[in-house]
């Protein structure tokens, strides 16, 4: 009889402890999946889990009480077996080691392998447990929050950091759950808010544009040579841009001066918007998607022009560049070698750094106040580099292969091999 009390304590251990592990380790978005498709173990599941401190503490209380329960029993039977010399000392060898492997260990790694399935055939008796056990779960959850006010742990953390949560994208492209492009659209679209516009801009010195007292052929020349859809308008310098033409406004209205006579910049012109320089591109699409606008010029920290940004450039850092028919492809990182690549000088530094941790692993420390690597690599310099000049940090050799006169257009790294050089 006591042998068969001690078999059933051991077993509601393992229930308890499985419990446990399974509603930790449960996904809730397969139990509300579940639920969702029906399932009435998945919605008690789900409760549980909301109120998981309370649950804990139930299963807690229940593990304690069959743990101890099954100790005393297991020791009064040994001693009639065996005496008290040799009783108790037997009964808590056997105990030990069958609370450990039934109770414990088994338990948990089957309930850890199979937890959505495990939450849901438990939660129906975890509910009336818990039930059953309020009293005393409320005296314990009010001693939790004294400790907690004592130690000063009401503070509640973050569940998952926006770095924990790519480390998971990861994880989970490794599995095969998510294809590769999926999960760099993901990981874009988490970095994509923290983006501030000057980091994508078209600079000053890249602007093709107009002059509004331009005439008709020289800004047909433009658009012919550029292939650009759109042209800014400036009056006198870039510093005072005051709209943009479309191409297919404007040759309209070419073609029709044949009939009508010749027209002026200014008849066609389209406002345009501005938009500060650190101003994040996440509020900026909204603002052109509600203003229905597709070109905007971004602003100094002294009002005059910085560059410009397309809605084209701003989508292109949730999906990857767009290339149209008439656009030459140019990858602004290309790989030579292994060790070695070739980079553009207008590359913004963030975007640098997301690429070499995503690559690597590896923060990449740039201590700099320059927006694009050519910018950070003429800071190394201190001047003004001419082609094939070079320059060396805790990471690469870098060398200019191309520059014009006051920027470096574009570089080649090689990388240097942590291994070799400690």
């Not at 890249?206 to 020289?218: F, R, S, Y």
């Not at 292939?227 to 005072?240: A, C, M, N, T």
């Amino acid at each position: 009889m006591e042998l068969a009390i001690i078999l059933a304590l051991v077993l509601c251990s393992a229930f308890f402890s499985a419990s446990e592990t399974a509603l930790t380790a449960a996904n809730r978005i397969r139990l509300q999946s579940m639920a969702e498709s029906g399932s009435k173990g998945a919605k008690l599941a789900l409760k549980l889990v909301e109120k998981y401190d309370k649950v804990l503490t139930t299963i807690l209380i229940g593990n304690n009480i069959v743990n101890i329960a099954a100790s005393s029993i297991a020791t009064v039977f040994a001693v009639s077996l065996l005496g008290e010399d040799h009783g108790p000392l037997a009964a808590t060898v056997v105990l030990t080691l069958l609370l450990l492997i039934f109770g414990e260990v088994l338990p948990k790694s089957i309930a850890n392998d199979h937890s959505e399935g495990m939450s849901v055939g438990v939660s129906g008796i975890l509910t009336v447990l818990t039930y059953i056990f309020t009293p005393l779960s409320a005296f314990f959850l009010l001693l939790k929050k004294a400790a907690s006010k004592l130690f000063g742990g009401n503070k509640k953390e973050v569940t998952v950091t926006e770095q924990e949560l790519i480390k998971i994208i990861d994880e989970i492209e490794d599995e095969g759950v998510l294809e590769e492009q999926e999960s760099d659209l993901v990981k874009s679209a988490l970095v994509f808010d923290e983006t501030v516009v000057d980091e994508i801009i078209t600079h000053r010195v890249d602007i093709v544009g107009v002059d509004i007292n331009d005439d008709t052929e020289k800004v047909r020349e433009i658009f012919v040579n550029s292939s650009f859809s759109r042209l800014p308008v400036y009056e006198g310098s870039l510093d005072k841009i005051c709209g943009f033409i479309s191409q297919k406004d404007f040759f309209i209205a070419y073609i029709a001066q044949k009939e009508r006579g010749d027209f002026l910049i200014k008849d066609i012109m389209q406002e345009i918007s501005y938009f500060p320089h650190l101003m994040k591109i996440s509020d900026i699409l909204r603002t052109m998607q509600r203003e229905k606008i597709h070109m905007a010029v971004v602003l100094d920290q002294y009002g005059g022009t910085l560059g410009i940004v397309t809605l084209e450039d701003i989508l292109e850092q949730l999906v990857g560049e767009i290339w149209d028919e008439n656009d030459e492809v140019v990858s602004p990182l290309t790989y030579l070698s292994d060790n070695s690549f070739r980079i553009n000088g207008d590359v913004s530094l963030n975007a640098f750094r997301r690429y070499w941790q995503n690559k690597t692993g590896r923060n990449l420390e740039i201590d700099s106040s320059s927006r694009t690597v050519g910018g950070w690599v003429m800071e190394l310099f201190g001047r003004i580099p001419q082609v094939s000049d070079t320059v060396q940090t805790d990471d690469f050799i870098i060398t200019v292969t191309e520059a014009e006169e006051r920027r470096i257009i574009n570089m080649k790294f090689q990388i240097i091999d942590r291994t070799e050089k400690e």
